[in-house]
């Protein structure tokens, strides 16, 4: 039993290029989430999804987007990275039960040139 | 005005200190209570959780709340070294569909020996 995944652990990319962030959660999870975390600003909403194939957007979506083809991923997307998307990623997923049953994965790193 | 205020400190305390973090809060919708402790370069893992007023306890950790006021503190006992870490509420409320949940910007808590 793993939690939740992410990969990679960190990138580096320039400016304009694109990439792919990529959470998996192995406790059959409804919802999921990406977050960002800037400091002193702490964890903002992205997107989120409350079950295969659905997706919404956060508090701050612009510049990302995301797919859930499988209730098990949750894919987080830069099509044309910013340098002010540089932050601490986080993916997190969460149980019918509600926020007590919510687990984090360990975060990507990126930083965008 | 954030929803959630939370003091970012850094707080530093000797070893075996009874430490007290707190946040404030606007919005009167808010359900429920938690508090996230996140060490250096790791996800956030939930510590306690809470939705009524009150002190809840678990350990060396007391969360409390009080709704009437908008403020909730966490009490660390006997503080360790250990106990180093970044600190983060966060509440919880229905609206758009989906739990929305809502971080303070998080305290950074050192405990020397």
């Known amino acids: 039993n793993a939690g939740v995944t992410q990969t990679p652990k960190f990138r580096v990319l320039k400016t304009g290029q694109s990439m792919t962030l990529l959470c998996a959660q192995d406790m059959n999870h409804e919802y999921m989430y990406w977050y960002r975390q800037d400091p002193g600003m702490g964890l903002r909403l992205i997107h989120y999804?409350?079950?295969?194939?659905?997706?919404a957007k956060g508090e701050v979506p612009d510049g990302y987007n995301v797919s859930r083809l499988k209730k098990q991923n949750f894919l987080l997307g830069l099509e044309s990275a910013a340098p002010s998307q540089t932050s601490v990623y986080f993916c997190a997923s969460m149980g019918l039960a509600g926020a007590e049953t919510q687990y984090f994965g360990p975060g990507t790193r990126l930083l965008v040139l | 005005q954030k929803e959630v205020e939370q003091d970012p400190g850094p707080l530093s305390v000797p070893e075996g200190a009874i430490v007290s973090l707190n946040c404030t809060y606007s919005n009167s919708a808010f359900q429920y209570f938690m508090w996230y402790r996140q060490y250096s370069r790791k996800g956030p893992e939930l510590l306690m959780y809470?939705?009524?007023?009150g002190n809840k306890e678990d350990g060396r950790f007391t969360a409390q709340v009080d709704k009437s006021s908008k403020y909730i503190s966490l009490f660390i006992r006997d503080s360790q070294p250990s106990d180093s870490a970044t600190y983060l509420c966060a509440m919880t409320y229905f609206s758009g569909g989906y739990n929305k949940l809502i971080f303070g910007a998080g305290t950074r808590l050192a405990v020397h020996p």
């Open positions: 999804s409350v079950g295969e194939g659905t997706t």
């Open positions: 809470t939705y009524s007023s």
